[in-house]
């Protein structure tokens, strides 16, 4: 008799496991699905992905002639499909910062960061800019702290407000919050609506931050791949004609157990035949299943 065990959360705890890894993170201490996907999913929303992205640049935005060369090159990156990381925060390595923002911010540095390997030279003057999954919309330059999120929805509502558009309220605020309280409620966890000055309101820009101050959409996105990760085993479990069982648990006496696989690849899902009791492993084909 021939079992099969299946439990494709620790499959994808794993495999991101090793992806924090990869990046030079400590993961000692992670132990759940919960708390490996969030890790994940946090230091992701912070990170640009390298990917081919269009260029939008808001009007009136010019960078200073002594940076003219490395807005130039920011841009190019961008536009290749390069990994913007070099001209991120050094930040973006501790993995413990959270960021409920819409925006990013990019150094113009030509030359490489003195002492933070594989980031460019650091700059007073900073390039403001909301990411999209296939555009980069470049909203102003600025002194790093200088500007506000009102300051980025103004540029935002008034050159793309179809890229903002899922966080408009169709809400009345009678009474806009102030910079001042604003900054205080966002220390404190608290999000708030924003009013911009045409009166037009937006509410949770970026994901907000939680009470605990964690970010919401990192969060959020650990949960939604929890759910489908786990609606993706029931639906085997239900083709295979199994009735869900305790995960992980050994076979019964007398039965060769095999473990279903599921491993991440290449930007899609591949799945692997394990027999528990020699190791061996067979790669195969979704479509036998």
Known sequence: MTGIVVDFQADIRDFLLAELQNMGFQTTGL???????????RIRHRRVDARK?????ASGVVPPADHATGFAELIAASER????????????????????????HFHMGVGPHPTAVGFKARTGPLVFALV???????????????????????????????VIAPWKSVAQVSVAVSET???????????????LS?????????????????????????IRLGRTIRG?????????????????????????THRLVITPRNGT?????????????????????
């Open 31 to 41: 132990t759940s699905f919960q708390d490996v996907a969030f890790q994940y999913e």
């Open 53 to 57: 992205r269009r260029t939008h640049v």
């Open 81 to 104: 499909g390069d990994s913007l990381l070099a001209y991120q925060s050094t930040l973006t390595t501790k993995a413990q910062i959270n960021d409920g923002l819409l925006n990013h």
């Open 132 to 162: 999209a999954r296939d555009d980069l919309y470049i909203l102003k330059i600025g002194e790093h702290g200088a500007w506000t999120d009102r300051d980025f929805l103004e540029v935002l509502h008034k050159h793309w407000p179809e």
């Open 181 to 195: 309280d604003h900054k205080a409620l966002r220390a404190a966890g608290i999000n708030a609506a924003i009013v």
């Open 198 to 222: 045409d009166g037009t309101c937006y509410f949770g820009p970026g994901g907000g931050l939680t009470t605990n101050m964690t970010g919401v959409a990192p969060k959020l996105n650990a």
């Open 232 to 256: 993706i085993e029931e639906h085997f479990l239900s083709c295979l004609g199994q009735l869900p069982q305790p995960r992980g648990n050994a076979s019964q006496a007398g039965t060769r």
């Open 269 to 289: 899902l591949g799945w692997s035949i394990v027999d528990t009791r020699t190791g061996a492993t067979q790669r195969i084909d979704l479509a036998v299943l």
